[in-house]
């Protein structure tokens, strides 16, 4: 759309595949901190909840101590969490990267600065197409005279985040003995079978498919006015984009994107390793899109090659390595590893190239995308609303186990109590059991200067007095045992000190 002065775009961008941009470290949720795991689930905790329940000193004693698994070990983690997740695939790490969001709604966005970097690249890509690769400050000025400037990005917020796990596809070999593999540790360790567990690392992203609004403007009146006064240089390639029509613009980033995957799907097809077949398709996926509408790739995992313009050698094949182990071809920077977000397992795996997005102008998207997201978003809420009924139920039934448990233990002590009890009671001994000395039950009845008086619970003895030396005396009644022996002559023989029961 062309305003006075201005080229307006402006539509909706959609998710194709996770998309994250990274926000503050200090936001990055820390497990034993900020979530557990549990059968599989990721429980954010709700802390203020867990304080309430255990009181501060106790919880921050936990907490500093790095045991909050320990504490929490035995209440109903539903009931403390303000979210949980559950269909992470693969090993969960020590943290979770967070997106970054709305400062005010809370809601994730990718923010103009980012959107205009991925643009950045493929216009530079562009401009340079048919000359020499230069530095950046060569093509598009000094931050004083850059042209970029004449090119305003909004942020663009969408409405929803999910969370997914990455893995590095990395290649592995020697120059052109090169293969693809996957890599499980962080030093090394890289080989061609694909392991859910190892050297993943799970991302907040934006959630496939979502859309938001977005408005991207070129101020051609100000462009005109600073190449007059000499503060930006321009040429023919700056003409088309700077000054260009809207569907001129869309066409630069169309055309950039089908060579770009092009080479991305040779890279795969070249340096396969197991499961890089579900890749291609994926790639493949990828073209079909950019064909209808044009992809731009950004955030993390978007690579060094549409970081910086895809400019080099035409390819993204590698034939030597080079310092800090990166790939190179015919002596040129072309990198070796690739970070893909993977969900699912066994025949449901599948893997995504990340950071692609679509972008969509109003017509294309009230023409062939609207009804899809409506649907989509009905089903996402319907499922949610079938999620929240099964964690209620699940819930209700964890809650009714723990119930049950505390039951039984209770029951359990109780029955540890009485016979704690009962084994404190005096049992009476078989008078006839007593050739051999052994522990009898007594009750004391007196103290007789440094002897204590008992009468055993002995059959035959039961109603007799019997004293043994006890200087400290006992109160009356205080059930003891004491060591007996009977004799020939049928009396008993009291020996050593009484003990209590």
Not at 26 to 31: N, P
Not at 63 to 71: A, C, E, H, Y
Not at 439 to 454: C, I, P, R
Request: with cysteine; hydrophobic share 35%; aromatic share 10%.
């Amino acid at each position: 759309m062309n305003e006075l002065g201005k080229t307006v775009i402006s539509g909706k961008l959609r998710i194709v595949t996770p998309v994250h941009i990274g926000g503050a470290q200090e936001k990055h949720m820390q497990k034993g901190l900020d979530y557990l795991t549990q059968d599989g689930k990721v429980y954010f905790l709700d802390e203020k909840r867990l304080i309430n329940h255990f009181k501060i000193e106790k919880y921050s004693t936990f907490l500093s101590q790095g045991k909050l698994d320990q504490l929490c070990s035995n209440i109903n983690l539903r009931d403390y969490s303000y979210k949980i997740v559950n269909n992470i695939s693969g090993e969960i790490g020590s943290d979770i990267k967070t997106n970054i969001k709305n400062a005010l709604s809370n809601k994730p966005i990718i923010p103009g600065s980012s959107l205009k970097g991925g643009l950045r690249s493929v216009f530079y890509n562009y401009i340079v197409q048919n000359n020499p690769p230069k530095m950046e400050v060569d093509v598009f000025g000094k931050i004083s005279e850059d042209i970029f400037r004449f090119l305003i990005v909004n942020d663009v917020q969408f409405n929803e985040t999910s969370y997914i796990n990455t893995k590095t596809y990395n290649l592995q070999g020697y120059e052109n003995q090169l293969k693809g593999g996957w890599k499980h540790e962080l030093k090394g360790k890289t080989n061609s079978q694909f392991k859910s567990s190892g050297f993943t690392f799970p991302h907040e992203v934006i959630s496939m498919d979502d859309v938001g609004d977005f408005k991207i403007i070129i101020n051609k009146t100000a462009l005109d006015l600073a190449s007059r006064a000499s503060k930006v240089k321009t040429n023919q390639f700056f003409e088309e984009i700077f000054k260009g029509k809207e569907e001129d613009i869309l066409r630069i980033l169309q055309t950039y994107m089908s060579a770009y995957l092009l080479k991305e799907l040779d890279f795969f097809t070249k340096y396969e390793a197991d499961q890089s077949n579900i890749i291609v398709d994926e790639l493949n996926r990828l073209i079909r899109l950019n064909e209808q509408a044009p992809l731009v790739r950004l955030g993390l995992g978007s690579g060094y090659h549409a970081m910086t313009g895809d400019t080099h050698n035409g390819t993204h094949e590698i034939n030597g390595i080079g310092n800090r182990n990166r790939g190179l071809f015919n002596g040129q920077d072309s990198s070796k590893s690739r970070k893909l977000a993977f969900k699912g397992s066994g025949e449901n795996l599948q893997f995504y190239p990340m950071g692609f997005i679509q972008i969509m102008t109003d017509e294309y998207y009230e023409n062939h995308y609207k009804a899809t997201f409506l649907k989509r978003n009905e089903e996402l809420a319907n499922a949610e609303k079938y999620q929240l009924e099964k964690e209620k139920i699940e819930s209700l039934k964890l809650a009714d186990e723990i119930v049950f448990k505390q039951k039984i233990e209770l029951q359990k002590l109780e029955v540890e109590k009485l016979a704690l009890e009962e084994a404190k009671k005096p049992k009476m001994t078989d008078y006839v059991t007593l050739t051999k000395a052994q522990s009898v039950d007594a009750v004391v009845v007196g103290q007789n200067g440094l002897m204590l008086k008992f009468m055993p619970f002995v059959t035959g003895f039961d109603d007799q007095v019997f004293e043994i030396r006890y200087p400290a005396g006992m109160p009356n009644d205080t059930i003891i045992m004491v060591t007996c022996q009977s004799t020939k002559s049928k009396s008993l023989i009291f020996s050593g000190s009484p003990k209590l029961k």
